[in-house]
Nanobody, 123 residues
Framework: VQLQASGGGLVQDGGSLRLSCAAS????????IGWFRQAPEKEREGVSH???????YYADSVKGRFTISRDIAKNTVYLQMTSLKPEDTAVYYC??????????????????WGQGTQVTVSS
């Protein structure tokens, strides 16, 4: 199993970025993918999750600004981030898991993680 996160960078307040999570060793039809982020000296937090059946979840802090999607043929999950704010600055990780619906944001329920990609939003 491998997860390769990419697409991070430096953007201005209000800008957009699209993160990608390329998966190998398993199928997205069988497992969900979560996006998490961790800012310096803060806990890792769940941002979004897409289940194996395509159902999507978002943290309240990103609803209406971030969109999770996937390309089954490419075995890749995307996180489109718009209207970015300085408080979105963090390292973003994708992870593979099958959490119960009510706990999709619990990082302990994910077994495999990508290496992370830095997102920095300047004010």
């Amino acid at each position: 199993v491998q997860l390769q996160a990419s697409g991070g960078g430096l953007v201005q307040d209000g800008g957009s970025l699209r993160l990608s999570c390329a998966a190998s060793g398993f199928r997205l039809n069988d497992y969900g993918i979560g996006w998490f982020r961790q800012a310096p000296e803060k806990e890792r937090e769940g941002v979004s999750h897409i289940r194996s059946n395509g159902v999507k979840y978002y943290a309240d802090s990103v609803k209406g600004r971030f969109t999770i999607s996937r390309d089954i043929a490419k075995n890749t999950v995307y996180l489109q981030m718009t209207s970015l704010k300085p408080e979105d600055t963090a390292v973003y990780y994708c992870a593979k898991g099958r959490p119960v619906t009510s706990a999709w944001f619990d990082s302990s329920l994910y077994a495999d993680w990508g290496q992370g990609t830095q997102v920095t939003v300047s004010s």
